[in-house]
């Protein structure tokens, strides 16, 4: 039972490049998240999933796209990178995205630098 | 909208001393509150949460927070800190409405002999 993990766990890109972050999880959860992390700003949520084949827009979405790939896989897509999108992001999950208790579970995070 | 303020960005204390990290939460209705704590490196852990009833949540690793309604707060605190307790330390808020966590900025630890 590996949790959430999250590849790569480093990158560079040059501005104008595209990647792709990946997600997944094997604790059979319906909601998953993605957040970025920049230094005195706390977690900022980019896109959402409360169940296979929905998305929603977070607090920063611009510039992003994801895609639920299945229940277990939740990827995050830079198409055009910039250095703005130069921080650390972090996948989540949680058990139901209709249950009012529900925990976030966290990735170890992935390191983007866009130069 | 919710918020959440945790208004110390670092704070130092000695190995064995005390310790209170301030939460402020913003939010209509009675809030879902959580403690995360994030390592060096590493992914966020959860300490504990608070949803209802006892106003006093126990947490791993020795933390406690309490849930003071008329202040709007929620502050961990920890009798005794170790010198593993250095890390982030991250209050959130769940709005009920589209269950999103609503982060605070963050208090840094650090832990000296």
């Known amino acids: 039972n590996a949790g959430v993990t999250q590849t790569p766990k480093f990158q560079v890109l040059k501005t104008g490049q595209s990647m792709t972050l990946q997600c997944a999880q094997d604790m059979n959860h319906n909601s998953m998240y993605w957040y970025r992390q920049d230094p005195g700003m706390g977690l900022r949520l980019i896109y959402y999933?409360?169940?296979?084949?929905?998305?929603d827009k977070g607090e920063v979405p611009n510039g992003y796209n994801v895609s639920r790939l299945n229940k277990r896989e939740f990827s995050l897509r830079l198409e055009s990178a910039a250095p703005s999108q130069t921080s650390v992001y972090f996948c989540?999950?949680?058990?139901?995205?209709?249950?009012?208790?529900?925990?976030?579970?966290f990735g170890p995070g992935t390191r983007l630098l866009v130069l | 909208a919710q918020s959440v303020t945790q208004p110390d960005i670092h704070i130092t204390v000695s190995e064995g001393a005390s310790l209170e990290l301030r939460c402020n939460y913003s939010?209509?209705?009675?809030?879902?509150l959580f403690w995360y704590v994030q390592s060096p490196g590493q992914g966020l852990q959860l300490l504990l949460k608070y949803f209802s009833g006892d106003t006093l949540v126990q947490g791993i690793k020795g933390f406690e927070a309490e849930f003071k309604r008329s202040q709007s707060s929620f502050n961990l605190r920890k009798p005794s800190v170790h010198w593993s307790d250095a890390a982030e330390y991250f209050c959130?808020?769940?709005?009920?409405?589209?269950?999103?966590?609503?982060f605070g900025t963050g208090t840094r630890l650090t832990i000296i002999p």
């Open positions: 959130a808020v769940l709005d009920f409405g589209n269950e999103k966590l609503t």
């Open positions: 939010y209509g209705a009675t809030p879902y």
């Open positions: 999933s409360a169940s296979e084949g929905t998305t």
């Open positions: 989540a999950s949680s058990p139901s995205g209709g249950a009012r208790q529900e925990t976030q579970y």
